[in-house]
């Protein structure tokens, strides 16, 4: 069953640290755009949130979103100085007090407010990303959830335009057995009338007219059209990502579409083109969101 490219999903569970709370939104998109935004001091597990999220989808701009909401505020912490900085301070402040005779030694005060030590929060030990990957994988599977349900709607839909391309084309078939032989009437009728009292080589106008007529049969075209119809259809029961084989058919019916109005002498024939080219249009604009 195909996937929509559309989705939601979200889990939260609690941890050693805290509250985890994991919110992932798709859209469509030609390829694999990930986004991914964590809390700072989990960045060491950045790339396995991205290799789990591939596990489940293909295709679509993805954005996931992982918070956390601590039990104990506060996260083991580690003072930050930089003493090269420290050294620069000490040099200018000197440097100012002998250019403009200022008075006083610069003092820890002076430095502590120009920031040469920082707390910082140490990284979260590697026994929490065991924590993670349950609660990470159930709002994944709760997106895939909604993307499914979503391609199922996309799925019917695709299903009844199949419908009405089929219904089309059988309309098509039984005008296009008539059309040779027809037009090839109304060839021989308008020759005769513009070389009355002329003589031609007979034999030679009937090779003509019906090499003529031969150009205006659409047999190949629906038989074609039919083809990619049916592997259509094959494709929709897949369950693998779909989307790009799905828009690769519909351009081969626009295709065919195309070559049938543009061969057939007959109007009803063309206005069936049409109606197949909107079809496939509105096929072609629900394909643009399947994975």
């Not at 912490?77 to 930089?82: A, I, N, P, Q, Y």
């Amino acid at each position: 069953m195909i996937r929509s490219m559309t989705g939601y999903g979200k889990a939260e569970g609690k941890t050693s640290l805290g509250t985890i709370r994991v919110e992932i939104r798709s859209l469509n998109h030609r390829f694999l755009e990930l986004n991914v935004r964590l809390p700072r001091q989990f960045s060491p597990f950045e790339l396995r949130v991205r290799e789990m999220v591939r596990e489940y989808i293909a295709r679509g701009k993805v954005d996931l979103t992982l918070r956390l909401d601590r039990t104990d505020q506060r996260l083991p912490l580690s003072l930050g100085v930089d003493w090269d900085l420290a050294a620069s301070y000490v040099a200018i402040l000197r440097e100012a007090k002998a250019r403009f005779d200022l008075s006083g030694e610069p003092s820890l005060d002076h430095l502590i407010r120009l920031g040469f030590i920082s707390l910082e929060e140490m990284e979260v030990e590697e026994g929490v990303w065991e924590e993670m990957e349950p609660i990470l994988r159930r709002a994944l599977k709760e997106l895939l959830g909604s993307r499914l349900r979503e391609g199922e709607a996309i799925c019917r839909d695709m299903v009844g335009r199949l419908e009405i391309l089929d219904d089309t084309i059988r309309q098509m078939e039984s005008m296009a057995q008539r059309i040779p032989e027809a037009y090839r009437e109304r060839l021989l009728n308008r020759i005769r009338r513009l070389t009355e009292g002329v003589e031609l080589d007979r034999e030679r106008l009937e090779q003509e007219v019906a090499y003529m007529a031969d150009k205006a049969d659409i047999t190949e075209e629906l038989v074609r059209l039919k083809s990619h119809i049916q592997a259509f259809r094959d494709q929709l029961q897949k369950e693998e990502p779909v989307g790009r084989a799905l828009e690769f058919l519909l351009q081969e019916m626009n295709r065919e579409a195309n070559t049938i109005a543009s061969k057939s002498p007959d109007l009803a024939i063309v206005q069936g083109a049409i109606r197949v080219k909107e079809e496939v249009e509105k096929l072609r604009e629900q394909a643009q969101n399947v994975e």
